[in-house]
């Protein structure tokens, strides 16, 4: 099963019903604790929350994609007091999409998106992790049918890589992959974002939020229980 799942990361050393209350204010909604054990964050009345090292971690997939009108939310965060380092992001398998997005003193400073089988899209300034992936050493991975049928598998340094020498029949097998070192600690592009998130996770909390099975959380919900 994949990974759908997108919402803030918010440095927070307040009690649950202090982050309820600022959830209520960021979205102008009135939050109801869910009984639901399972609750889809991809639904827009839908919340989980959770706490890791001094920081609140509000699974919304909206946000994912309302946090990019700069404009409106930079003003909301500011109004809140909400001028720490914050993370948006959305990492959704079934869509094949994958974002985030640090806000400092409310201000977008930098994003960095990637639909499947699309190039990167990125804005602001790299951090130096980030920067050592990116600009890290390419190879292609070429997956191809021979003459006798059988499904070959070779690898092409980016440097020799001339993509008008490969056969028609070939297209559509080649996967551009970003290494470091050697070939065995790489990433393909098309998980880039997904890995780059991973990483700031770890960074800022220690863990990969995107393991949500690991992470105790509270549901809630804006639809008021029976």
């Known amino acids: 099963m994949g990974i759908s799942a997108g919402g803030l990361i918010i440095p927070f050393e307040g009690t649950l019903q202090e982050a309820v209350a600022l959830v209520e204010k960021l979205n102008n909604t009135k939050l109801y604790k869910s009984s639901e054990i399972y609750l889809d964050t991809r639904l827009i009345a839908n919340y989980s929350l959770a706490f890791i090292s001094d920081h609140l971690i509000i699974y919304h997939a909206d946000y994912s994609l309302s946090m990019f009108e700069e404009e409106q939310w930079s003003k909301k965060l500011s109004e809140l007091g909400l001028l720490d380092q914050l993370i948006v992001f959305g990492m959704f398998d079934s869509g094949g999409y994958y974002v985030y997005g640090i806000f400092e003193n409310a201000q977008l400073i930098r994003s ?3 639909n499947v089988d699309e190039e990167i899209k990125q804005t602001g300034i790299l951090s130096a992790f980030e920067a050592k992936w990116l600009n890290a050493t390419v190879f292609y991975e070429l997956e191809y049918e021979d003459q006798d049928g059988d499904w070959q598998t070779k690898n092409i340094e980016g440097t020799d890589f001339d993509a008008d020498s490969i056969e028609e029949w070939e297209e559509g097998n080649i996967c551009k992959v970003y290494y470091i ?14 890995f780059l998130f991973s990483e700031l996770s770890e960074q800022i909390l220690g863990c990969n939020i995107l393991n949500v099975e690991n992470i105790k959380y509270v549901n809630m919900s804006t639809i008021k229980p029976l």
């Open 112 to 114: 960095i998106s990637q």
């Open 181 to 194: 070192d050697d070939h065995e600690n790489a990433v393909p592009e098309h998980d880039m974002v997904y």
